[in-house]
């Protein structure tokens, strides 16, 4: 156990729909990144957040969004749904910079119907 | 451009015999390279990194890993491997500095450890 969680585990949607993944970090981590894992493109950054504001940004489309809140947790939102958004999405946290150690969590399967 | 290939896709391996997870990466000024680990239906767990000094880094599980800089290399390595070890690795490099870098990853390689 990584120490990060992430929900929901599982989501299906359909095309056009919006949907939101919920992830919390591990105590005393204040970087939240975001990854995007799929057969045709591997695994991604998409985006990572540190203490609130937004540090590094990777190939997240304009449809995607994320934040990260006072108490640290993040979400990762996902609209205009198609179906190549298809994926395992994680979350990933660490104590402050990209070269500590990024602790994954189990990851969000999205499946675009 | 930013780059990271994994030169195997597959790699089987009957068990306690050594192996060889090959990486190579498109140059950078900075080099941050890792090692990560990923289970059926897992998340990934990160095996070894090298920031700097030593350029053979020793990892959890028994692997290490060597920085070649003349070769642009960071290649993997266990002396003797477990069927528990079968599992999917990637190779990750990041780009740009240690403060907002990103993290780019090669294809994967999955490690088939046979009895």
């Known amino acids: 156990d990584s120490g990060v969680t992430q929900t929901p585990k599982h989501l299906i949607t359909a095309t056009g729909q919006r949907v939101t993944l919920r992830c919390s970090p591990r105590?005393?981590?204040?970087?939240v990144y975001w990854y995007q894992q799929s057969l045709d493109q591997g695994l991604q950054f998409l985006i990572q957040?540190?203490?609130?504001?937004?540090?590094a940004k990777g190939n997240i489309l304009e449809r995607f969004s994320a934040q990260q809140f006072p108490d640290l947790h993040s979400e990762l939102n996902l609209s205009s749904l198609e179906l190549g958004d298809s994926a395992l999405y994680f979350c990933?946290?660490?104590?402050?910079?990209?070269?500590?150690?990024?602790?994954f969590g189990p990851g969000t399967r999205l499946t675009v119907l | 451009a930013q780059s990271v290939t994994q030169l195997d896709s597959q790699v089987p391996v009957f068990e306690e015999a050594p192996v060889e997870l090959r990486c190579n990466y498109s140059s950078s000024v900075s080099v941050y390279l890792f090692w990560y680990v990923q289970y059926p239906n897992q998340g990934l767990q990160l095996l070894l990194k090298y920031l700097s000094g030593s350029t053979l880094v020793k990892g959890i599980n028994g692997f290490e890993a060597e920085f070649n800089k003349s070769q642009t290399s960071f290649h993997l390595r266990k002396p003797s491997v477990h069927i528990s070890d079968t599992a999917e690795y990637f190779c990750?490099?990041?780009?740009?500095?240690?403060?907002?870098?990103?993290?780019?990853f090669g294809q994967g390689t999955t490690l088939q450890v046979k009895p």
């Open positions: 957040y540190y203490n609130g504001e937004e540090r």
């Open positions: 990933a946290s660490s104590v402050g910079l990209p070269t500590d150690t990024q602790y």
């Open positions: 990750a490099v990041l780009y740009g500095s240690s403060n907002t870098g990103k993290l780019i």
């Open positions: 105590s005393g981590d204040l970087s």
